[in-house]
């Protein structure tokens, strides 16, 4: 395939992707849309760490940290801190402070992206690991900004749409549930977007050149010290937008909703996406989202034994599957579900030329 | 009134030192196995949390003694680590950072649900073997819990210490890790070593388990704050030195409840319990600002 064609292919498959995304809730009842709006808010997350860890190379244990900030930074400027003493008024509609929020998460992605540049591999994800786990302790000390252990609630704000009735969106009137599905999905597509257009230029090829090879890179004249603080900083920013969104669908924020375990399973869907393209980040979004069910036999329950299913329902059961199954994958597959597409596209590319020869 | 804080101040520093001898302990375990295998096993404080546990049942459930239980639980916390070493790690090992720290993850993820299905989310009380009472050294109180972890941890010190300075096989230990290639050479069944710094590592979280038990209760996350603080202590100390990892133990417990005790006057009045968590993340991340080598490592050299 000439370059134009494979692009012209590449567009193909996105449009593709975007009919299928607008006419999915049509499909699935009420409830699973909110399920899939998951999904939607979990690519946002993947794609900002796959610039940082796909990209360049570093690797995150602390993303929900900075989905955290975003979460935190969309609630205080709906809600306000007042109430707890902080002083943040409040009352700004909840798509405004999508933005703020990924900004606010950019900032600290800068800020942390600096002590991480004499980090590498193993300590890296030590330090983020560190981050991921100091985090809630943190958010309950500083109770006038964050409402402590309690949190922010927002369910009834008038700021929140859909919280109560239908929205309706050009004429369609949806319910709350397809609206959070319609509305992380989009902010989905247009973050794929938006990375395709940065990853594809000066700065994508700089990204790739640090994880390749440090020391190549800054002899060709890459500056290490900027292109790995900039991968951290759009990589939380991506997690910010994705960590306010969260919170509109949990509809309140405290501690316990950006817990470490989310800081895992975003480490887990980008390695199970394998590191690739669009595809493979959603077939990860897919995973961690729908696993912790999966596990706990919701779906799969009529094909797996009683006794199993049963065992599996106790508390912990779920997560010892989880563990199991991500350490199989890492035998099984080192190059995630992505890499099996990859070799498989090749090796029909492959046949492909030697029978055009 | 300066009496009694002196005292005070003494008392919270045996305290520290006390925790800091846990911390240690958790933190040559990872020290152990990073110098060995280079990997940073994120797994460890559920390795121990399920040590502890185990020894739990055997005293609580099946009515053994406290000494035999806890030897039992070492015993099984060894042969775990080779096995786990020589079933899930040694084939990722060699591999991306990125696979081993996820196989890692996976069994930090198994152990803890493990943990939860089979014992429950309801905390558990782990008797302390050195009783509850407490000893008065002019006018300084000091458990005996307190007393018994510094012991316990300067009789590991001195017996690791003993293994890999004395013995043939603590000497074939180091040379795996540190040139398995040569080892090889010369004989030293390298794979075997390296699996049994993994048991050892195992064990001695086994004992900051048991250590850490009585003085907060059994649960299924009882060590992730620990490991976090042996991680702190690790990177402190430098992560491939063991003597770097007691010395950083210790100064994580004492920077700790120096904290805690300096938070009664105003100047430190912002610090409470929950920031005990980001100041141990704040040690990590300054030293790999500052030294990134640690107290007692030696910086990395990279050839192109």
């Known amino acids: 395939m000439t370059p134009r064609t494979k692009q012209i292919v590449g567009f193909v498959a996105f449009a593709a992707f975007v009919v299928v995304v607008a006419v999915f809730p049509a499909f699935v009842s009420d409830f699973r849309a909110r399920e899939w709006a998951y999904v939607g808010i979990y690519v946002i997350a993947l794609l900002g760490l796959n610039v940082l860890t796909g990209y360049t190379g570093q690797i995150s244990l602390g993303h929900g940290a900075f989905m955290a900030i975003g979460g935190y930074t969309t609630a205080i400027l709906m809600a306000g801190n007042e109430q707890f003493g902080g002083p943040i008024g409040g009352g700004m509609k909840d798509l405004w402070t999508l933005p703020i929020a990924g900004l606010v998460a950019f900032l600290a992605g800068l800020a942390f992206g600096l002590p991480a540049l004499r980090l590498s591999g193993l300590y890296l994800a030590l330090a983020t690991f560190a981050v991921a786990v100091a985090l809630p302790s943190t958010a309950r000390r500083f109770e006038e900004w964050t409402g402590g252990g309690n949190g922010i609630h927002l369910s009834n704000l008038p700021e929140l749409t859909g919280s109560i009735e239908n929205v309706d969106v050009l004429g369609w009137s949806l319910t709350p549930n397809r609206w959070l599905y319609y509305l992380s999905w989009s902010i ?15 700065t994508g090829r700089a990204f790739r050149a640090v994880r390749d090879s440090e020391t190549a890179a800054v002899s060709s004249g890459v500056s290490l010290a900027r292109y790995k603080t900039l991968a951290f900083g759009i990589s939380a920013a991506y997690a910010g937008v994705a960590g306010g969104l969260f919170v509109l669908a949990t509809t309140s924020v405290s501690p316990d909703v950006f817990p470490v375990t989310l800081s895992i399973f975003l480490l887990v869907g980008i390695v199970i996406g394998g590191l690739g393209g669009l595809s493979g980040l959603v077939f990860g979004a897919i995973v961690i989202a729908f696993l912790p069910l999966w596990a706990q036999g919701e779906d799969l329950g009529s094909l797996l034994p009683d006794r199993i299913v049963e065992e599996s329902r106790k508390p912990g059961g779920s997560a010892i599957i989880f563990g199991v ?26 046949r492909r030329f030697s029978r055009s020869e | 009134v300066v009496v009694a804080s002196v005292t005070d101040f003494v008392q919270q520093a045996v305290s520290g030192i006390a925790s800091g001898g846990i911390y240690a302990a958790l933190a040559l ?12 096993n994120f797994a460890q404080g559920e390795m121990a949390t399920l040590s502890a546990y185990i020894a739990w049942t055997l005293t609580f459930n099946h009515g053994w003694e406290y000494w035999p239980a806890a030897a039992t639980a070492l015993a099984l916390s060894f042969v775990g680590g080779i096995a786990l070493h020589r079933t899930i790690i040694r084939p990722v090992e060699r591999g991306s950072v990125l ?19 089979q014992w429950g989310g309801e905390p558990k009380f782990l008797e302390s073997p050195f009783g509850n009472g407490t000893i008065e050294v002019g006018g300084i109180i000091v458990t005996d819990q307190e007393v018994g972890t510094i012991c316990t941890t300067i009789g590991i010190v001195l017996l690791l210490w003993l293994l890999f300075r004395f013995t043939k096989l603590g000497l074939a230990m180091r040379a795996a890790a540190v040139n398995p290639d040569e080892a090889r050479l010369v004989g030293v069944r390298v794979t075997w070593m390296l699996a049994l710094g993994w048991g050892l590592a195992a064990a001695l979280g086994a004992v900051a388990g048991l250590l850490t038990a009585p003085t907060v209760l059994l649960e299924p996350t009882m060590m992730q704050p620990v490991l976090i603080y042996a991680f702190a202590a690790a990177v402190l100390g430098g992560i491939d030195s063991p003597v770097g990892a007691v010395v950083g133990g210790l100064l994580v417990g004492l920077i700790l409840s120096m904290l805690s005790y300096l938070s009664q006057y105003s100047a430190f009045s912002w610090f409470n319990e929950e920031l005990k968590l980001p100041a141990a993340l704040l040690v990590i991340l300054v030293v790999l600002l500052v030294r990134p080598s640690g107290l007692f490592g030696k910086p990395e050299v990279k050839r192109v």
């Open chain 1, 188 to 202: 989905a597509l247009v973050a794929y977007v938006v990375a395709w257009l940065i990853l594809r230029g000066r």
């Open chain 1, 325 to 350: 199954v991500l350490i199989l994958l890492m035998f099984v597959l080192p190059n995630g579900v992505a890499g099996i597409f990859r070799r498989v596209g090749q090796a029909i590319g492959r």
């Open chain 2, 29 to 40: 375990a990872l020290v152990i196995i990073h110098r060995s295998t280079g990997v940073i």
């Open chain 2, 99 to 117: 696979r081993v720290v996820v196989v890692t993850i996976g069994l930090l993820v198994a152990i803890n649900g493990f943990v939860l299905w």
